[in-house]
């Protein structure tokens, strides 16, 4: 019932920017912790920002500067916004519903993903 869908992705030169959105349906996504992951190939999926319902934001250390979450509940969307692009930053981006929200959705919790390439 609840679904989770990331779209933005593509491809972007060195240095560029790119915004990812998610968008959540079947759910109150003003009570909803969310979050960004993404997983390079032979990497494990690994998460780099949280957006609280509250609004707090967190975001990994080695993207603050370049990367950014925001949330816009009236479009029950979550945005990952992306500066400054690196090769490193290549990856499969997902969204998902993060705290015990997301522990009660099981798998429905992630996004399908979105393809991030960085290449000149």
């Known amino acids: 019932q609840v679904q989770v869908v990331e779209s933005g992705g593509g491809l972007v030169q060195p240095g560029g920017s790119l915004t990812l959105s998610c968008t959540v349906s079947?759910?109150?996504?003003?009570?909803?912790?969310m979050g960004w992951y993404r997983q390079a190939p032979g990497r494990q999926r690994g998460l780099i920002a949280t957006?609280?319902?509250?609004?707090?934001?967190w975001l990994v250390d080695f993207l603050k500067g370049r990367f950014t979450i925001s949330r816009d509940n009236d479009k029950n969307t979550v945005y990952l916004k992306m500066d400054n692009l690196k090769v490193e930053d290549s990856a499969a981006y997902y969204c998902?519903?993060?705290?015990?929200?997301?522990?009660?959705?099981?798998?429905?919790?992630w996004g399908q993903g979105t393809q991030v390439t960085v290449s000149s």
């Open positions: 079947g759910s109150n996504f003003r009570r909803l912790d």
């Open positions: 957006m609280t319902f509250g609004g707090t934001p």
């Open positions: 998902a519903v993060m705290g015990q929200q997301g522990t009660m959705m099981g798998d429905s919790r």
